[in-house]
């Protein structure tokens, strides 16, 4: 089992950038899947980056293609989401979850409020 710890929310203006980091608990990390998802008012969860535990594959939205990078640090059992060229629209709360099986996230952190203003 993995807990996870989400930091690094925040208010930005559209066109800033902003970082999302993910501290995993736990010896296995890198044995870990990890996803970064985001769930906006009035709207479904959705996956906008993921990573196989080698960093190998990683996956993105069309919505965030381009601007967003996620990245894993094992020895320091994290995960990041560079967010840049911010838009209003990426406004959220941002969901780390981990799975040992692609596609498959049963553990999740608490979520972190990314506010984007005009």
């Known amino acids: 089992q993995v807990q996870l710890v989400e930091s690094g929310g925040g208010l930005v203006q559209a066109g800033g950038s902003l970082r999302l980091s993910c501290a995993a608990s736990g010896r296995t990390f890198r044995s870990y899947h990890m996803g970064w998802f985001r769930q906006a008012p009035g709207k479904e969860r959705e996956l906008v980056a993921a990573?196989?535990?080698?960093?190998?594959?990683?996956y993105y939205a069309d919505t965030v293609k381009g601007r967003f990078i996620i990245s894993r640090d094992n020895a320091k059992n994290t995960v990041y989401l560079q967010m840049n060229s911010l838009k209003v629209e990426d406004t959220a709360v941002y969901y780390c979850a981990a799975g040992v099986v692609a596609g498959n996230y049963p553990y999740w952190g608490q979520g972190t409020q990314v506010t984007v203003s005009s």
């Open positions: 990573s196989t535990w080698s960093a190998v594959t990683t």
